[in-house]
Nanobody, 122 residues
Framework: QVQLVESGGGLVQAGDSLRLSCSAS????????MGWFRQAPGKEREFVAG????????NYADSVKGRFTISRDNAKNTVWLQMNSLKPEDAAVYYC???????????????WGQGTQVTVSS
């Protein structure tokens, strides 16, 4: 079992950067694929970025490609989401999640953090 805690959200202006962190408890973190998702008010939760268990493979939503970078350090039980050139449409609650399979579908992710709010002013 994995417990996830996100941090790093906040209020920024368009064009700014933020780095979200997700700290995991449990010895099995390194066996899980990790994903970042986001949910804006009135919208469905959507995939943002994912990373395989060893960090060797990553994938991104088209809307964030070239601006966001996902990374992990299994020795630190942490996954990050570096977000650059933020836009107002990036505003949402961001969640990290752990899965036994490396897919973009939220339903395959078994463990979720509580979320961290990202607000981007124009």
């Amino acid at each position: 079992q994995v417990q996830l805690v996100e941090s790093g959200g906040g209020l920024v202006q368009a064009g700014d950067s933020l780095r979200l962190s997700c700290s995991a408890s449990g010895r099995t973190f390194s066996t899980y694929a990790m994903g970042w998702f986001r949910q804006a008010p009135g919208k469905e939760r959507e995939f943002v970025a994912g990373i395989s268990w060893n960090g060797g493979t990553t994938n991104y939503a088209d809307s964030v490609k070239g601006r966001f970078t996902i990374s992990r350090d299994n020795a630190k039980n942490t996954v990050w989401l570096q977000m650059n050139s933020l836009k107002p449409e990036d505003a949402a609650v961001y969640y990290c999640a752990a899965s036994n399979v490396f897919l973009t579908t939220p339903r395959v992710y078994s463990y979720w953090g509580q979320g961290t709010q990202v607000t981007v002013s124009s």
